[in-house]
């Protein structure tokens, strides 16, 4: 078998995500409407500086098991970017971990001027009430990877 043909065909993108929250709730999403399953694992790869955000913020809103999420950081991280990480990332999703009120709110608002609908939950039905969740406390309904 041709791994490059491999790889090309196992490659897709996920393109309404306007956040971090998103990005990995949208994927996990993607990965459901592409396989027709969820995923076992979870790796994100991103600046080594965002991986408490993913992992003790992101993975956690999800109660996606911390045992099944690994996070690799590539690239460099300016203090400046470690200092921005804290006040304008962690610090709010701490205390909104959906991004639905406030400065996160805002923020996604501002990256879709447009106004483009995500088609989501459409394809992964089972995270409908996460999708719809807004609170400053965890999501507590079924998930399709509770235990």
Do not use: M
Not at 51 to 60: G, I
Not at 105 to 131: D, H, I, S
């Amino acid at each position: 078998q041709d791994s490059h043909i491999a790889v090309k065909d196992r490659v897709h993108t996920e393109e309404f995500a306007r956040d971090s929250f998103q990005n990995l709730l949208f994927s996990v999403c993607r990965f459901r409407q592409l396989t027709l399953s969820y995923p076992a694992r979870i790796t994100v790869v991103s600046l080594p500086f965002k991986e408490n955000r993913f992992r003790d913020l992101h993975r956690k809103a999800l109660r996606y098991p911390v045992d099944r999420f690994s996070f690799v950081g590539v690239g460099d991280s300016t203090p400046e970017a470690v200092t921005g990480e804290q006040r304008n990332s962690v610090v709010p999703f701490t205390s909104d971990p959906y991004g639905c009120h406030g400065s996160l709110e805002a923020k996604r608002r501002g990256r879709n001027p447009w106004n483009v609908a995500t088609p989501y939950p459409k394809g992964c039905e089972e995270l409908a009430g996460l999708f719809e969740y807004c609170s400053d406390g965890f999501y507590q309904g079924p998930l399709p990877w509770d235990a």
